[in-house]
């Protein structure tokens, strides 16, 4: 959620310090930008979605697997119909202070599903469609801009499983 | 059948500063890698988006990164807070060099 209007700050910045030219417009540029969508670089989580247990899955994508259930919505049905198709909904009352939510499938065989950065988002909240192979718990887990983690956890019991295997 | 990476966005009408959700899907098998072909009983590779990216009037709003348990013809939501009209653009980048890429023009009433 961005709270200050870029425009507006530029050119009061600019005024202010009187100067001419592309050197202020170009450093006012990048100072004026909300932090979280400066030059965004997220390289893909190779080694942490190759991981085959949640908590070495964890321990790869967060840096920890102790983690509070606090925080943090998440929207999945009680039974899936058909364990290729799962509708999951991550949310929390954090806002702008959620950096980017995690998803992790308990007893899928690479448990480590999805990784959103929400940048300049308005609302903490992602929807999808992930694969279940088995019953399972969905973990979804909030970073804070702070470094901090909160999740929520909710079973989903799955009939038909949807790995393809 | 119709063709992978074919993708559509749609954006609810938006005010200045509220939140308006993005709703977005993508044409793609999302090949895991485990599965045989019934026929061959060869593993077809791997063939899935890794990589999405939302960018609004060129800034970078939203990324995600996916992995192979993401659902064929992934769906995807999430929330803009434009505070002016703009262009949303969405890119998909797949594990075999694909890149797609679709449009939606925003505007704020």
């Known amino acids: ?11 009061s910045f600019l005024k202010v310090m009187g100067a001419t030219g592309a050197v202020v417009a170009a450093a006012g540029a990048g100072l004026m930008k909300p932090a979280k969508s400066l030059a965004a670089n997220f390289p893909f989580p190779k080694e942490a979605f190759d991981k085959e247990s949640l908590s070495s899955a964890m321990q790869a994508a967060l840096g920890t697997t102790n983690v509070q259930e606090a925080n943090v919505s998440l929207k999945a049905p009680t039974i899936a119909e058909n364990g290729a198709v799962v509708p999951i909904t991550a949310s929390s009352d954090m806002g702008s202070k959620v950096a980017k939510f995690h998803i992790f499938v308990e007893k899928n065989p690479a448990p480590y599903t999805a990784r959103f950065h929400m940048l300049d988002t ?44 | 059948m119709a063709k992978t990476g074919t993708a559509r966005i749609r954006v609810g009408s938006a005010q ?14 999302m090949e895991t890698g485990l599965r045989k072909d019934p026929k061959t009983g060869k593993k077809i590779p791997a063939h899935f988006i890794q ?22 013809n992934p769906y995807l939501s999430y929330y803009l807070a434009p505070q002016s009209s703009g262009t949303l653009k969405m890119t998909w980048e797949d594990n075999q060099g694909g890149v797609f890429t679709a449009e939606a023009e925003v505007k704020v009433g």
Not at chain 1, 1 to 11: A, D, K, L
Not at chain 2, 19 to 29: C, D, E, G, N, W
């Open chain 2, 51 to 72: 990589k999405v990216k939302a960018d609004f009037n060129g800034d970078r709003v939203f990324e995600a990164d996916w992995s192979v348990a993401i659902s064929k």
């Open chain 2, 16 to 29: 200045k500063g509220q939140a308006v959700q993005v709703r977005s899907l993508i044409l793609h098998p």
């Open chain 1, 1 to 11: 959620m961005r709270v200050t209007n870029e425009n507006t700050g530029r050119r």
């Open chain 1, 122 to 165: 308005g609302r903490a909240e992602v929807s999808t469609r992930i694969k279940m192979g088995e019953t399972s718990n969905i973990i979804a887990v909030a970073e804070t801009t702070d470094g901090s983690f909160y999740k929520a956890t909710k079973e989903v019991r799955v009939t038909i499983g949807g790995c393809g295997g």
